[in-house]
């Protein structure tokens, strides 16, 4: 699988943080139709990111075969960030699009977003929401939502910096989400 990359954008980004004299990464949208190491380095730091957190996950195996087969489907993206000269993905974005209820766009839900803690605070969480967005709009998404629990701060602040608000209002009721076996 061959990895794809805005080399514009990347170009972009690496005049920014020379500029600003901060560590920028690569961010790629990883292709089913392509040969490589993306599907196996975002399976690797999905199923890291389920166990960093208590989480039960398959092997990163059957994730990458996983995350073939719905990238091939078409109905979700997968992103991963690189350092720049480096070749491990050290940041994922799991991102589907589905049609709208509320209008003829789609809509995009940020499922996944997960940097090594080692890499986290250096931008990588925030160039692949970036980049998750345009690819996005691209596909024709006007409305984007992403989950988050109450007590992981850092997850808060980077979704508002970025431009997500809370749905609820500021002050307003906290929004309980339910999973369910089936």
């Known amino acids: 699988m061959v990895i794809k990359s805005d080399r514009a954008l990347l170009r972009a980004n690496e005049l920014r943080g020379a500029d600003k004299g901060t560590m920028v990464s690569m961010v790629e949208t990883v292709e089913a139709s392509s040969a490589g190491d993306g599907f196996v380095g975002a399976a690797q730091l999905l199923h890291d990111f389920n166990v960093e957190y208590g989480e039960p996950a398959p092997p990163p195996e ?19 960030a ?39 605070g250096q931008g990588y969480g925030r160039e692949l929401i970036t980049e998750a967005m345009r690819v996005a709009r691209d596909r024709g998404a006007n409305y984007a939502f992403v989950v988050t629990s109450e007590e992981d701060r850092l997850a808060q602040r980077l979704y508002e910096a970025a431009g997500f608000r809370r749905t609820e209002g500021d002050g307003g009721p906290v929004m309980w989400a339910y999973e369910r076996d089936l």
């Open 62 to 80: 059957e994730l990458a075969s996983r995350l073939t087969e719905l990238v091939a489907d078409g109905d979700v993206v997968v992103l991963i």
């Open 82 to 120: 690189r350092p720049p000269r480096e070749g491990l993905a050290v940041g994922v974005a799991v991102m589907r699009l589905q049609p709208s209820v509320w209008s003829r766009a789609q809509e995009a839900y940020l499922a996944e977003l997960y940097v090594v803690p080692s890499r986290r």
